[in-house]
């Protein structure tokens, strides 16, 4: 199967700044805010938008990590390594890698449906536009129309060799 690389370590840099700025830019006069990571790939992006945020801002931030099966999410609950305290009256944001169909979002969001938070967004590096569920992203690092045969791949296994492949 052929990969053509889409994003390369410094494209992905580049992005992770400039949504770690418009994620500042809509939530300056916030307190606290709770960036959500979906398991894996969605995990380290989530700490990477953190780490840039420290930098260009003094809003206190909490990480969290939330594990769901994300062939079939409807299986078992999703698993919060954070408590409702931490995200009651706060803005949350939900982070991802990809957006394929929007199923791991979906239920990743739902976790929340039934809480008190102030103000629920969700950020992803790559957005595929092709949503099978009503969910979108409000902070994108590239949009990519892709067909419904091939798939995206992010690779962070490598320090500096972060990549981003169109299969």
């Given at each position: 199967?052929?990969k053509?690389?889409?994003?390369?370590?410094?494209?992905?840099?580049?992005?992770?700044?400039?949504?770690?700025?418009q994620?500042?830019?809509?939530n300056?006069a916030?307190?606290e805010i709770?960036?959500?990571?979906?398991?894996?790939?969605?995990y380290k992006?989530a700490?990477?938008?953190?780490?840039?945020?420290?930098?260009?801002?003094n809003?206190?931030?909490?990480?969290?990590?939330?594990?769901?099966d994300?062939?079939?999410?409807?299986?078992?609950?999703p698993v919060?390594?954070?408590?409702?305290k931490?995200?009651?009256?706060?803005?949350?944001?939900i982070v991802d890698?990809?957006?394929?169909?929007?199923?791991?979002?979906?239920?990743?969001?739902h976790s929340?449906?039934?809480?008190?938070?102030?103000?629920?967004?969700?950020?992803?590096?790559?957005?595929?536009?092709?949503?099978?569920?009503?969910?979108?992203?409000?902070?994108?690092?590239l949009?990519?129309?892709?067909?419904?045969?091939e798939?995206i791949?992010?690779?962070?296994?490598?320090?500096?060799?972060?990549?981003?492949?169109?299969?």
């Open positions: 199967m052929a053509t690389q889409i994003l390369n370590a410094i494209q992905i840099d580049q992005k992770l700044n400039r949504m770690a700025y994620v500042y830019e809509t300056f916030e307190k709770l960036i959500v990571g979906i398991e894996g790939n969605g992006v700490n990477e938008i953190l780490s840039r945020l420290k930098t260009i801002s809003i206190k931030l909490k990480l969290g990590k939330i594990t769901l994300k062939d079939e999410p409807w299986k078992n609950k919060l390594d954070f408590t409702e931490d995200f009651v009256n706060k803005n949350v944001i890698d990809v957006l394929n169909s929007g199923k791991a979002l979906m239920y990743a969001i929340f449906l039934d809480k008190p938070v102030k103000k629920l967004n969700t950020l992803v590096l790559v957005d595929r536009s092709h949503t099978r569920f009503p969910v979108k992203a409000d902070f994108v690092g949009s990519l129309s892709t067909t419904l045969q798939h791949e992010a690779d962070f296994t490598k320090k500096g060799k972060e990549a981003v492949f169109l299969i």
